[in-house]
Each structure stands twice: as structure tokens, then as C-alpha cells.
């Protein structure tokens, strides 16, 4: 069975939506997802997965701060050719989401799923089907 992770941070919960939605769309297509906050996430959780999913809120556009360091975490392992993805929400301007998948695919070397997903935090409530959607096409790319 393909197997996944998916590592985010939230504030006030907007992220999350979206990062349990997606899980949702990879179950179902029959890969074993792991869901962490990127506080619990450390680099050995990389190894032996066919995929590794991020997702941060835009803030002061930037990334949330507990991804930015996490990515220093990542570094450590060897990601090349593996697959990643990114998503988050913002409120207007949204950097966080671009800002991690240039790393994963510029640093780290990654066969990003493209586009990345973002949308306002307002909206995750109604557009979690895009969510899943995005879910199942990550795992059509590991399976
Ligand atoms: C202090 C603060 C700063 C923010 N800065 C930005 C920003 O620079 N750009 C943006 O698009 N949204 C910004 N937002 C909006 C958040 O990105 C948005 O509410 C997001 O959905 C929060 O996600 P979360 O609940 O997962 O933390 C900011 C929100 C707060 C409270």
C-alpha cells in the first residue's frame, strides 16, 4: 500500500480543514495517509513514504514559522524525486502555499502535484471537495 504523510500548522483551524479534507480524498483512493502537526513532525517520519504533503496559512506573508523551520528539518533527508504538495489558506495575498512548494521543489528536489491548492479561510467549508479532489490526485501519482 502506498503510503503518505501530511504535515501541517493552523491557527485557528483553517488549514486543518483543508488538511483533513485531503487525507479524506487519499484514503479513499487506498493510500495510508499520516496526519501531523508540523510541531509533532520530525524527519525520520519522512523516510518510507511515497509522498509528503505540506500545508501553512499565510502569515505577515510568509509561511506560519513552524513550517519554515520544519523545512530546515527536511533538508536532512534525501526527498529527491519524491512526491510532494502543498496547500493552505490565507486571507489576501496567500504566499505561505508557493513559498513551500518552490522549496520542495527547487531545494529538496521533489516531483511536485501541480498547482498547489490554496484557498481564502473563509471559503475551506464549502470547497472541501476540492480538498479531497486534490487528495485523490496525489495518490493517483504514488499508486
Ligand atoms: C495576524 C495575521 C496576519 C495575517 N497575514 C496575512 C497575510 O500576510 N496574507 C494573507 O493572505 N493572509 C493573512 N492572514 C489571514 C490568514 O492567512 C487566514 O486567516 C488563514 O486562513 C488562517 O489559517 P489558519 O486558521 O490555518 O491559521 C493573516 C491573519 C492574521 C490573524
Known sequence: ?????????????????????????????????????????????????????LGSPTYHHDMISSMKMFLFKMKKVDLKGKVGAAFGTYGFSGEAVEMMSDTMKHIFEMDMIEPDLKMKGMEVVTREKECKEFGKKIAGRIK
Open 1 to 53: 500500500m502506498a503510503k503518505a504523510i501530511v504535515i501541517y500548522d493552523t491557527n485557528y483551524g483553517y488549514t486543518e480543514t483543508m488538511a483533513k479534507a485531503i487525507v479524506v480524498g487519499m484514503e479513499g483512493a487506498g493510500v495510508d495517509v499520516e496526519l501531523k502537526k508540523v510541531l509533532a513532525a520530525k524527519e525520520e517520519d519522512l523516510e518510507g513514504v511515497d509522498a509528503v504533503v
